[in-house]
């Protein structure tokens, strides 16, 4: 979605001037892009492993409980 900041309708669709904010300033998007200049079969391996990489990795949580352990470990999975 692309943000854009109007002060006049600019007679695109939505018949209102567009200022999205966020917390009273203007909304800011970042991002990344990655290339990967392979042949398309290397490149779908490459596509693959990147991405898992990138969206993936492992979460370490904690959490504090009034359970004893050997009821928790009968409720919960334990991984």
Known sequence: MVHRRL???DRLG???PLNEVAYGEGLVVR?????????PTASARFHRIGSQRLYMHPIVTFSLTDQEYVNYSAAYRQT
């Open 31 to 39: 991002g990344q892009h990655f290339l990967i200049v392979e042949s």
């Open 14 to 16: 939505v018949g209102e």
């Open 7 to 9: 002060l006049y309708d």
